[in-house]
């Protein structure tokens, strides 16, 4: 099945740095997510990405839909305490027949040094 | 507006025993998903419903794992028989149609532990 590598796996970082991380597949999406997950609760979504090459910011966020339609990134700008959590990349294929399951990455564990 | 409603919240059973887990979707929202998120990892699908039809269910394991919306709303999600790998958090998320810009909304699901 699809498989998506997101990197890095974990980051600690001071408050006020920005934070970069990223998702790549050996195949296309037709649409690229990221969520944040807090313990105990389920993902929220950030940004919504659905056509290559597209750059979308919310608030402190920017995330960008790759040309090859293979890879996204999101940046978050002057980190603060509350972003602590795990960030996840999901990517939808069109599959035909209305299935639109989303394939998630392994996620990236953000940890903020005060 | 109400999110997605899952229960129980946390479930411990031994292995060799069944389960079942409940999700009640957003008001209106005809898309229904099961994900199971194992300890470090992301989700992963488990079966997609569209109203009370099954759309996607290719990662099910189907010879313990069923699921069911009878009625096209709320879910229920069953393994009978447990094993110590279904240990995870079973998602329950919906979408109103699926159309891009309509994107799934994740309940707080419920988390298995299996001894």
């Known amino acids: 099945g699809q498989q998506l590598n997101q990197s890095p796996q974990s980051m600690f970082i001071q408050e006020g740095e920005d934070v970069s991380m990223n998702c790549t597949s050996s195949?296309?999406?037709?649409?690229w997510l990221w969520y944040k997950q807090d313990p105990g609760e389920g993902p929220v979504l950030l940004i919504a990405l659905y056509k290559a090459g597209e750059l979308t910011s919310n608030g402190r966020l920017t995330a960008q839909f790759g040309i090859t339609r293979k890879d996204s990134f999101l940046n978050i700008s002057a980190s603060i305490p509350s972003d602590v959590g795990i960030y996840f990349c999901?990517?939808?294929?069109?599959?035909?027949?209305?299935?639109?399951?989303?394939?998630f990455g392994k996620g990236t564990h953000l940890i903020i040094q005060p | 507006e109400a999110g997605v409603a899952q229960s129980p919240r946390y479930k411990i059973i031994e292995k060799r025993q069944s389960v079942a887990f409940w999700c009640n979707p957003i008001?209106?929202?005809?898309?229904l998903y099961w994900y199971q998120q194992i300890l470090g990892q992301g989700p992963k699908l488990l079966i997609q419903f569209q109203n009370n039809g099954v759309v996607d269910d290719s990662q099910l394991p189907k010879d313990r794992f069923s699921a069911e919306r009878l009625k096209g709303v709320d879910s229920t999600l069953k393994i009978q028989p447990a094993k110590l790998e279904d240990s995870a958090v079973y998602l329950c998320?919906?979408?109103?149609?699926?159309?891009?810009?309509?994107?799934?909304?994740f309940g707080p699901g419920t988390r298995l532990t299996v001894l």
């Open positions: 008001s209106g929202h005809a898309t």
């Open positions: 195949s296309i999406f037709n649409t």
């Open positions: 999901a990517g939808r294929a069109e599959m035909g027949g209305g299935a639109d399951g989303l394939t």
């Open positions: 998320a919906s979408t109103l149609e699926g159309r891009e810009g309509d994107e799934q909304f």
